[in-house]
């Protein structure tokens, strides 16, 4: 299997096509729908997001407390479409990969294509499996959330597959 | 009249909750592994192992099968020779429920409906009680996930609609998880009573086993069971929601006479990690 090394680099991003199974090592953030919302705010007032998203990957996904000893919970993906609103807004601001589960809004694929970007599916349901993957994890933003905050993940061979690819293809 | 502290029910409840989300019910479990042992699809039978994979890795280092450790949903058979003595029902189970997900360390998921703020233990419980003979207590905690739950869909069919409009209906409802809920899914199918006894039956349906002999009568729901499940492993949404020839593991239908003017239709999905865990006291 294909491994990638994060950030994304343009030509990583234009190589991919729907399908390819790849394993991801690097950092991540995790975002989910309150994040994205005051994201989206942000945004719409022209303010500067708390964090760097250019080139960034952002993992849909709001995991469990860790026990003792382990670098995080149970961690697997949450459903994307629900952030479908939201994307493009960050997909303008440099933001080129996205991790989660099931389909995406048209407006989501051609905001895709358009700024030449990623959506990768983790196996949903498969949290406990996706947790040895994380190496490291610390909150990032937003704590306020409790398990909606921001979280900066350190993954190792965290393993996804193509969902739509840079071309605007999707897997569905 | 048997006495029992419902201090005895918040440990119970307790209990339930971690067992019921790092230990895969043994029926959807064997489910799973008969679908992957099934697939002929390269990429789907990876798909299964890793599902197989993710429930030994949560039963061996006691983690959350899936982060989502839902929303708890407690069902309560009292029997009416139970004396129930110390705190109220209500308060125990709802402290049952916050210790074990802070035992677990699992995820607080519940906010305040409108103001969305956490509640921070996944407290308060949605509770059903049921008064029923005997001298015992039997316990049921499901934890509900979102994803799945967020797909659920009720009609209020005319009651000259035919077998086939419903079954459109429950088909369409699948369909329309498609693969965004966790797929492959449980289907469970609530049919007839009211508006909410139908909503009420499709989540008991999702209780009912979905592997080994389900029905020994070919009951006019056994048999509806079989065809909607054939029907909906036609979608060919698989694993993942990426194609594969389990899209259900099973379809389960409770059902309850219903007023001649009308026909309620429930259905409540279930993902591939359809948890729940029982207890009797
Ligand atoms: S649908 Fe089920 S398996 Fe998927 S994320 Fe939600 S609770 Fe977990």
Known sequence: MRKIYLPLSKET???LRIGDEVLLTGTIYTARDQAHKRFFELLKKNKKLPVDLKAQTIYYCGPTAARPGNAIGSCGPTTSSRMDAFTPALLKTGLKGMIGKGS?????ISAIKKYKAVYFLAVGGAGA????????????VFKDLGPEAVYELSVKDFPVIVGIDSTGRSIY | MRTI???EIKKAVSDLCIKANTDLRPDVFSAIKKAAGLETDKRAKKIWGVLIENAAIAKRDRL???QDTGIACVYLEIGRDVKLTGASLERAVNDGVKL????GYFRASIVDPLTRKNTGNNAPAVIKTKIVNGDKVRLTVIPKGFGCENKNQIKMFKPTAGLKDVKKFIIDAVR?????ACPPYVVGVGIGGTF???AELSKEALLKTVSGVRCKVLSPECRLEKELLKEINKLKIGPAGIGGKTTALAVNICSHPTHIAGLPVAVSIGCHAMRSATAVI
Do not use: F, M, T
Not at chain 1, 129 to 140: D, E, P, T
């Open chain 2, 64 to 66: 959350a099968i899936c």
């Open chain 2, 196 to 198: 909410e006894k139908a």
């Open chain 1, 13 to 15: 991003i234009e190589d």
């Open chain 1, 129 to 140: 499996y996706l947790s040895k993957k994380v190496k490291r994890a610390r909150v990032a």
């Open chain 2, 176 to 180: 329309q998880a498609g693969p965004d």
């Open chain 2, 5 to 7: 502290n419902v201090k």
């Open chain 1, 104 to 108: 995406r809004s048209k407006e989501v």
């Open chain 2, 100 to 103: 074990g997900y802070r035992r």
